[in-house]
């Protein structure tokens, strides 16, 4: 079954800072993978989506994110972290049966030290 | 153009009462999927409808139900709510065959 992990619950970096969110799938073929940023008490934004074709893909405010297949990741990076990045960050993969039903990892939240 | 809408945003019922959602699609999106957001279980779907029909449900017991209106517009309904219910509530919706979804604000239920 299709099943993404977020092995980091939280994450703290200093502002300015470098930031690299790590997220496995496991899937059966090419998934299609999102991010999504979530505020407290917000619903979810969506930062960047895999379909095909280039690995490196850009995101919103300065996101990207690099699809392996070797690796079975997709890990969501940052150059420079700025504090109102502060938020929960979710991976997801669509089901197997139908690319409408998402199965999210379990986030991590961001925290930005000044 | 204007995001998912849900209404309300906030909702605090008792025990035993039932409670419907609202959610209004992106204007040309056909399909709304829904999800409940619990500090416990993270973000677990519940259905998606598309064309009034729905085409997915997750593993949800019969008290949650939904309906699809021909506007796209889709409501949630949770019978004889227990306090387990308590959780955010996230609606979202996609364009055709996109996987790509698109979230409302998310209605938070409490129930005491």
């Known amino acids: 079954a299709q099943s993404v992990t977020q092995p980091d619950i939280h994450i703290t970096v200093s502002e300015g800072a470098s930031l690299e969110l790590r997220c496995n799938y496991s899937y059966g073929a090419t998934p299609y993978l999102f991010w999504y940023v979530q505020s407290p008490g917000q619903g979810l934004q969506l930062l960047l989506k895999y379909f095909s074709g280039d690995t490196l893909v850009q995101g919103i405010k300065g996101f990207e994110a690099e699809f392996k297949r070797s690796q079975s990741s997709f890990n969501l990076r940052k150059p420079s972290v700025h504090w109102s990045d502060a938020a929960e960050y979710f991976c997801a993969v669509p089901r197997g049966d139908s690319s409408y039903k998402l199965i999210f990892g379990s986030g991590t939240r961001l925290l930005v030290r000044p | 153009k204007a995001g998912v809408t849900q209404t309300p945003r906030y909702l605090i019922k008792t025990r035993g009462q039932q409670v419907t959602l609202s959610c209004s699609p992106i204007s040309g999106h056909r399909s709304v999927s829904w999800y409940q957001q619990t500090p416990g279980q993270g973000l677990q779907f519940l259905f998606e409808?598309?064309?009034?029909?729905?085409?997915n449900k997750g593993n949800f017991p019969g008290r949650f139900s939904g309906r699809q209106f021909s506007n796209s517009r889709s409501e949630m309904n949770v019978s004889t709510l227990e306090l387990g219910d308590s959780a955010l509530y996230l609606c979202?919706?996609?364009?055709?065959?996109?996987?790509?979804?698109?979230f409302g604000p998310g209605t938070r239920l409490t129930v005491t």
């Open positions: 979202a919706s996609s364009w055709g065959t996109s996987a790509e979804q698109y």
């Open positions: 409808y598309f064309s009034e029909t729905q085409r």
